[in-house]
């Protein structure tokens, strides 16, 4: 059974970073695409960013690119979200998935699997 657990959320301020872990078990993270994905209070789960597991190539949504690096540490079995420049409009909870094959997606539905979720706020 395929286990995901996130943690390193928390608050902080606008402008601050955070780094938010996935920890896989259950298989090899190394072989599945793993994305982040986030929801705020009244609206809907949105894809964050991604990463695939064939070539490592990265997938980021508009609104945070240039901000946010996804990361995998495959001997670790961990994916990470390294996030900077935080602001207020990040804040959510946010989740890691990972679905069978390779490559990435922004659909929850193409998710086979999903963590508890970690809660980020940012706020003054």
């Known amino acids: 059974q395929v286990h995901l657990v996130e943690s390193g959320g928390g608050l902080v301020q606008p402008g601050g970073s955070l780094r938010l872990s996935c920890l896989a078990s259950g298989f090899t993270s190394g072989y599945y695409a793993v994305g982040w994905f986030r929801q705020a209070p009244g609206k809907e789960r949105e894809g964050v960013s991604c990463?695939?597991?064939?070539?490592?190539?990265?997938y980021y949504v508009d609104s945070v690119k240039g901000r946010f690096t996804i990361s995998r540490d495959n001997a670790k079995n961990t994916v990470y979200l390294q996030m900077n420049s935080l602001k207020p409009e990040d804040t959510a909870v946010y989740y890691c998935?990972?679905?069978?094959?390779?490559?990435?997606?922004?659909?929850?539905?193409?998710?086979?699997?999903w963590g508890q979720g970690t809660q980020v706020a940012v706020s003054s």
């Open positions: 998935a990972t679905r069978y094959g390779s490559s990435c997606h922004f659909s929850v539905p193409a998710y086979d699997y």
């Open positions: 990463i695939s597991s064939s070539d490592g190539s990265t």
